[in-house]
């Protein structure tokens, strides 16, 4: 090691993979935690941060490359954080996304289950995602080397927020996991607003006219773009969305709102339909959904239909049961149940996925789905079980924050069949399993990949009640 307060390390064996997209080595007994390096790298770091249990550092030289490592191919690797792992080969992503599954249910799991099956690969790994968020800044991040005071160049940028900087953004050329109109159109919005002296909003002050540009798309090939300006100005409102409406045909439904908040949350504004049609349309085998400006919708289609493949399998429903679906969303799971049950009743805390919900439902001809709109916790109480029944199924897909312990404790009161627990973040599934296993076996454990390149991995867990052994 040398200089005691940026310590380098020579020659850290990288062994292991770790949340956030962060590679782990061991120096002595402490723990190393290092970006953009890859499991069986030997590489050169300097120490930037010591924790009590852990060091964080950067990776200044590979030494030996890992045979799992690979080129990336996007220009904005090593400072983008979107697809960290890119380097790395799609089978030791898998890998250590299952490693990490079975690692967290150890670690946090008071309870015993099932070695996991075999994790579910993803079969698109490039344009998969079906929606994009870009931000608009008056002050880019600048490469090294790149001065702000040259008069050459340009600070505006329309691309994605630097990781853990709220404040950088990184102008995006080229983004792989949209299909490629999404790039023409975020470029075309760019190229025009800088031609037309349009103002790109400061992150510090919240000031500024341009703010957010939302791209979805369906597999068809139907795009849904939104605007979001900072201001109301009607002149240049009138001026940029006329030119999207003319130059991209493929863009089916356009809109805008306005967000003068400090923040960049939106979901509860208004937005104004400026062109086309309210929403566009996606197919999943043989349903057709909703999907709405503001509306959550799973991000990597093809995948989707594998994850609700798997709750369809683990759940074995009959066809007198009666199915809860909590954190319905806008009803996807629901109706993707409802043909092999007696009843599905979706609970969801967005007042506008629930009215999605509902014309999913209608859409779709499917009768036997009622959806209701709060809190679970309040809404899943006695008198809604006297009206609705008792439920045979519990399938629940949470936030990333997990369930409230109340919902949990519900849960065990209701003592349902079976539990479906669908998770995008096995730790605090881990936790809500815990609780739940006082009363429950864990049957079955599936890992599926929804987001290739990065270290995100869904967990899908089977839970039966004790009583039936």
Request: some cysteine; hydrophobic content about 40%.
């Amino acid at each position: 090691m040398r200089n005691r307060n940026l310590p380098i390390i020579e020659r850290l064996e990288i062994t292991d993979a770790g949340a956030e997209g962060m590679a782990v080595g061991r120096f002595q007994d402490m723990v190393i935690f290092v970006p953009w390096a890859v499991p069986g790298d030997i590489v050169d770091v300097r120490v930037v941060r010591k924790r009590k249990r852990f060091w964080e550092a950067r990776l200044i030289r590979i030494i030996k490359e890992s045979e799992n490592r690979r080129k990336p191919w996007c220009s904005h690797f090593g400072i983008c954080g979107g697809c960290r792992w890119q380097n790395m080969d799609y089978s030791t992503q898998l890998f250590y996304k299952a490693k990490w599954v079975n690692d967290t249910l150890l670690r946090l799991g008071k309870f015993e289950f099932p070695e996991p099956l075999p994790i579910l690969g993803s079969p698109g790994k490039v344009s998969y995602r079906n929606k994009m968020e870009f931000t608009f800044s008056n002050r880019r991040f600048l490469d090294e080397g790149e001065n702000a005071d040259d008069p050459e160049i340009t600070l505006q940028a329309l691309g994605l927020h630097l990781p853990d900087r709220f404040d950088r953004v990184l102008d995006i050329q080229h983004c792989y996991l949209q299909p490629e109109s999404s790039n023409k159109i975020r470029l075309a919005v760019k190229r025009f607003a800088l031609e037309h002296g349009l103002v790109f909003q400061d992150l510090v002050t919240h000031h500024g006219f341009l703010r957010n540009l939302i791209i979805r798309n369906n597999q068809e090939g139907d795009y849904m773009v939104i605007m979001v300006f900072g201001e109301y100005q009607p002149e240049p409102i009138h001026l940029l969305m006329d030119f999207l409406k003319e130059t991209f045909t493929e863009i089916k439904s356009l809109y805008y709102l306005i967000n003068t908040k400090a923040n960049d949350s939106f979901s509860e504004l208004e937005p104004i339909l400026y062109a086309g049609q309210e929403v566009i349309i996606e197919e999943m085998d043989d349903l057709k959904f909703r999907i709405s400006p503001l509306s959550f919708f799973q991000t990597n289609i093809l995948q989707t239909k594998c994850l609700y493949k798997v709750a369809m399998d683990f759940v074995e429903l009959k066809a007198h049961e009666i199915v809860y679906d909590l954190y319905t969303g806008t009803g996807t799971i629901a109706c993707f149940v409802a043909k092999h049950c007696q009843k599905v009743i979706g609970i969801e805390y967005v007042e506008r996925a629930i009215e999605d919900a509902r014309m999913n439902a209608r859409m779709n001809s499917i009768e036997n789905v009622e959806f209701l709109s709060g809190d679970v916790l309040q809404i899943m109480n006695q008198d809604f079980i006297a009206k609705y029944g008792f439920p045979d199924v519990i399938i629940t897909d949470p936030p990333r924050s997990g369930m409230h312990p109340q919902v949990v404790k519900r849960m065990l009161d209701i003592l349902p069949s079976r539990i479906v627990y669908i998770s995008c973040n096995p730790a605090t599934q881990a936790r809500d399993v815990s609780l739940l296993s006082e009363k429950y076996h864990v049957r079955k454990v599936q890992p599926i990949d929804m987001f290739p390149h990065t270290s995100h991995v869904e967990n899908v867990m089977l839970l039966e009640r004790k009583d039936q052994n």
